[in-house]
């Protein structure tokens, strides 16, 4: 082995146990320096980190760094994190598809993955799904999505509000569809998405006070 292939292996070295150290600083300039030189034995291990590292800072690194790496070489370690226990893992392989944006990984993005028990892992799906979602299978998205109305706390429906306003107009009849639900919370969710839709700059939480009003009076919220 020459000289400069020694230096380049104990810099990899180096480089793998700088993303293991206590220190999130370290952590994070390493995840800098493998996203800046992208070498093939990097990808597992940025994979690894990304499933039990717990500073978003550093995680949010380890996914640039991820998508410097070729997708031959991501693609098929991500998909294998979706079918992790670790629900962390999960959801950061799927935060890093939709940075990818590669739709071959849009079949991976199940239905058991889009109502995943784990919040933050179904948001990662919600917001992947919409990204990687071909041409033509909108309808069958929403349909699985419109089921999530009324879920978690005001963040979770946030996240699911403006991933369906990202796929446009296509959303509206299973909104108001879902809109006649028993379920006044799900009703109210999914008024609030609809003026979500029209009004991409209007604030959720004042959305979803005003549908929860329109649903308390029996109203649909609908114009004209």
Avoid at 117 to 132: K, P, Q, Y
């Amino acid at each position: 082995m020459t000289v400069t292939g020694r230096k380049q292996d104990g810099d990899e070295a180096r480089l793998l146990g700088g993303l293991a150290d206590e220190r999130a600083s370290v952590r994070l300039r390493a995840g800098l320096a493998i996203g800046s030189a992208p070498r093939p034995g990097f990808v597992g291990a940025l994979v690894e980190r990304c499933a039990v590292e717990p500073e978003f800072s550093v995680r949010d690194m380890l996914t640039w760094a991820l998508t410097r790496h070729p997708v031959s070489l991501t693609l098929p370690a991500l998909l294998r994190e979706l079918g992790s226990q670790r629900p962390q893992a999960r959801s950061q392989a799927l935060h890093t598809l939709s940075k990818i944006r590669d739709a071959r990984a849009y079949p991976a993005i199940t239905t058991a993955l889009l109502t995943d028990a784990d919040d933050e892992v179904a948001r990662s799906a919600w917001r992947a799904a919409v990204v990687l979602v071909p041409e033509g299978g909108e309808a069958a998205l929403v349909a699985v999505l419109v089921t999530q109305f009324g879920r978690g706390p005001l963040e979770t429906r946030r996240s699911l509000s403006r991933a369906l306003a990202g796929l446009g107009e296509v959303i509206v009849p299973a909104l108001r569809a879902t809109a006649e639900a028993a379920d006044p919370e799900v009703r109210a969710h999914a008024l609030a998405t609809e003026r979500l839709l029209r009004d991409p700059d209007s604030g959720f939480e004042g959305a979803v006070e005003e549908a929860k009003r329109v649903v308390a009076l029996g109203g649909s919220g609908r114009e004209g």
